[in-house]
């Protein structure tokens, strides 16, 4: 696919048993490549653009550090304390004054501040009622949408642009990386002072407990191995890296399922009322005047179908990109060899007729409900007998969405009684494109 003298040979796939094939059975023979980090070299050496060992060790890293006890308790106050100080007073802002809101906007902004007290350990505080302009933010889209640029033009236009600093997207492209730097490494920078002056004010080991939950971030925790390796095990590069790659996938991701989750429901009234039926009968009457918990979250079986659904018909990464080392048949047959770029195309595998049946467009939370009432990885699927289970993970990534459904899940209890979503008609208020970030 691609004209000739563009040299973009690509191959488009949504078929699952091909899908099943690059990302399981032969995944070592398909890498992201040379080309891929040419296009994402904002994304530097980070899991998005890493391949073999690299990403294996950031991988195996961050998810020992997703799972520490300190961190899972500083994000759920983080999300408690954003949504009830920040996106709630938003919401009754605009209904007692009878406002429209960009939604898209206020989740990125949510999204952006969350992300950076994780792994940053700092509040750029974009999300308020007067709707700031954070540089730091503004320079973040700038980049997503040159990345995009350089998906559709051929590379030695945009390579010959970046070399002139000529061209629109080009330009903004190296404005905007120099911005965001500037903002990630003046907080690593900062964390490094604080982390130094606590460490020569620890003269107790009662002093250092009262000053841990400081640090907590993700950022703080990958410089306090280097201090107890005794030597630098993360230099200030990889702490970049990680972090700019830690935005891309707690920011753009999360901001693109709530925003099309909350689309949805609006326009399904019905789907609406059963989650919020399920609130008050698992969480009591009070369930609008309290947070809701881990334990209470997991009750919440129709709410989690709802996002699974969301997630099948509007995936936060539509596209995954990949690239064989050797040359390779595809199990449909098709030819691949160094030089094909293999695009793996799962918005169109979430709309398979012959996959998810007759009502494949239809917004169904209840395919995800097992006959036992949980919720569950494996949805129900008419021609499943074509689909084997493992195939399906692709598609089913809301069990990774902890953090999503924790911010749906606080979100409504706060919400006014006469307070709901309501969206224009369709075409006319509709959320824009998905993530870039599986290209």
Known sequence: MGPWFTKMNYVVTSDPINVHHIMSKNFYNYVKGPEFREIFHAFGDGI?????????????LQHFLFRQKSFEKMSEETIRKKVQNSLLPIFDHACFHGKVLDLQDVFSR???DETSIMVLGHDPKSLSIEFPLVEAEKAFD???????????VPRSVWKFQEWLQIGDHEKRMTKACKI????????IATRHQELSKCIKSCNNHEKCDNQAHQFDDLLSAMMMMNEENGKVVHDDKFLRDSAFNLFVAGRDTITSGLTWFFWLVATHPLVEAKILEEIEENCGAS??????GKEEMKKLVYLHGALCEGLR?????PIERKKPLKCDTLPSGHHVNPNTIVLLFSYAMGRFKEIWGEDFLEFKPERWISEKGE???IPFIPSKSNFPDNQVQPIATAFHFEK?????????PFLPESFALRFGPAGEAQPTASTLGGF
């Open 287 to 292: 369930a609008r005047e309290k947070c809701f």
């Open 48 to 60: 998005v653009a890493s391949d073999f060992e690299t990403w294996k060790y950031i991988r195996t």
């Open 142 to 152: 700038e980049i997503e949408e040159s990345i995009f640029y350089r998906h559709i």
């Open 110 to 112: 949510l999204m952006f």
């Open 180 to 187: 965001f730097d500037q903002f990630l490494y003046s907080c």
């Open 313 to 317: 018909l509007f995936p936060p990464v």
């Open 404 to 412: 999503l459904i924790s911010i749906i899940s606080l979100g409504n």
């Open 375 to 377: 919720c569950t990885a």
